[in-house]
């Protein structure tokens, strides 16, 4: 896997993350407690497994801009604006809704957990938001040259001696 696969990659781990927090809450919303632990437990590797691979892509890579302009701009950067501060704030957040939860605290995790889960979901929906403002939609044009020169290199026939 090379570098530019991973804000896919990390488009995707938020997806499944989104799908498994919103899985989770039905579940526990109809008392079903051992799928709602499934879920959340999926949600937190996913989560965790995102993070990792994000901090990978971007000590290899950095920032990347955002080059669109008008009110498409605007709209971005309210999102990323939010997206950040709320992936910053969250990370606790899902600490002090999980240990209440591993030590049996119910009533602590439930108290908490009205909290983390709708930020949490918000901080996967608006990642898969971003990457597809950043990456898909509105691509920079150093993007569209990084990744035609990589699918170049991928098809180009080699030549050995």
Wanted: charged fraction near 15%; proline fraction near 4%; include cysteine.
């Amino acid at each position: 896997m090379s570098i530019e696969n991973f804000p896919a990659l990390n488009a995707t781990l938020n997806a499944a993350s989104t799908v498994f927090i919103a899985a989770g809450w039905w579940f526990i919303r109809r008392e079903r407690k051992l799928p709602h632990i499934a879920c959340m437990l999926a949600a937190l590797v996913t989560s965790t497994v995102f993070l990792a691979c994000y901090l990978i892509y971007h000590f290899n890579v950095g920032s990347v801009r955002f080059t669109a302009g008008g009110a498409v701009r605007w709209i971005y950067y309210f999102i990323l604006l939010t997206h950040v501060v709320l992936a910053i704030v969250i990370v606790p957040m899902v600490v002090l809704t999980v240990v209440p939860a591993l030590r049996q605290r119910f009533d602590r995790h439930r108290r908490m957990g009205r909290w983390t889960m709708p930020l949490w979901l918000y901080v996967s929906v608006t990642g898969v938001v971003v990457y597809f403002m950043l990456y898909r939609w509105f691509p920079s044009n150093e993007l569209k040259t990084r990744f035609r020169i990589r699918t170049a290199e991928l098809s180009a026939p080699t030549m050995r001696s």
